[in-house]
């Protein structure tokens, strides 16, 4: 796994998105359905369009079963959506950034070496409770990468440490 941080400001996305509900690792599915969608709305141009995936439950606190996420693309604002897609904004600020490059098995690693690692070491700390939301920001198609590498940038929304 290669592994770089830093704290930084980002941006408020406007997005379309479909909710997932089960163990964070199963959200490919509702990535695949949104993509689909975007493609049928002719919505998808990357690099301009963001593809990510919002996670808005401690996996350490509710059950797997339970846990909520949703698949995501920016939108311009006033897109009409229908079905099961839906509509957020995802409010930006101050946040810790990890870009990896992992193997499709790897995101919990990365995941834990963020929030358990560098950011206790960074100075800061998780912003909890705050409306922001944590997210991976997916940077390339693995399938294209020589090593099916996934090209990640993790966030999550930070507060100068006391």
């Not at 998105?17 to 949104?34: D, E, L, Q, S």
């Not at 079963?65 to 959506?81: H, M, Q, W, Y």
């Amino acid at each position: 796994m290669k592994f770089e941080a830093e704290v930084k400001e980002l941006p408020e996305r406007y997005v379309a998105c479909i909710r997932h509900v089960g163990p964070y690792p199963k959200i490919g599915g509702a990535i695949m359905k949104i993509l689909e969608w975007g493609k049928a709305k002719s919505l998808i141009e990357f690099p301009q369009t963001a593809l990510l995936a919002v996670y808005h439950d401690n996996p350490s606190v509710v059950e797997e079963a339970k846990l909520r996420s949703d698949a995501c693309i920016t939108i311009p604002e006033g897109t009409e959506v229908d079905g099961e897609v839906h509509t957020m904004r995802i409010p930006g600020g101050l946040f810790a950034v990890a870009h990896v490059e992992i193997d499709q098995d790897e995101y919990g690693k990365a995941w834990d070496k963020l929030i358990d690692e560098w950011i206790p070491k960074s100075g800061y700390e998780p912003d909890y409770p705050s409306n922001r939301l944590c997210y991976e920001l997916y940077l390339n198609d693995p399938e294209k990468h020589p090593q099916k590498k996934h090209l990640v940038d993790i966030c999550e929304p930070v507060r100068k440490g006391g």
